[in-house]
């Protein structure tokens, strides 16, 4: 069986973050307003409080509400388990970019004529 092999390609953008309102953030997430104050009252989106303006959500915050949305509705997942799947998801991020770290690491140390620029995977 041939072994099936994934690339993450990451692209960072040196925009402004764009911040919605809460109005702007239940249209683009899918989910109503109630729902939306309730998943930022279990912690599981956060916002940032902007004087004068109330929560803005970050296109961050609306791609993970749609995640949130889709584990609920589209896989029948509870609000506990959704939690432990975020969780367990920035583990494994923060376990890749631990490896990555590591594997540049590594590749210096065979490779003592190489500068950290040029070890990037």
């Known amino acids: ?21 809460e109005q702007e953030t239940a249209q683009y ?4 307003i109630p729902t939306l104050r309730q ?32 584990l609920q509705e589209d896989l029948g997942i509870n609000l506990e388990g959704v939690e432990v799947i975020l969780h367990l998801l920035a583990d494994l991020q923060a376990l890749q970019e631990e490896l990555g770290r590591h594997r540049r690491y590594q590749y210096m140390l065979g490779n003592p004529n190489t500068t950290p620029d040029n070890s990037k995977s």
């Open 1 to 21: 069986m041939a072994e099936t092999r994934y690339t993450r390609i990451i692209i960072s953008s040196s925009r402004p973050t764009v911040y919605y309102s």
């Open 29 to 32: 997430s899918h989910l109503d």
């Open 39 to 70: 998943l930022q009252a279990e912690g599981l989106v956060r916002g940032v409080e902007v004087a004068g303006e109330g929560i803005r959500y970050s296109e961050q915050d609306v791609a993970l509400l749609r995640r949130i949305r889709r």
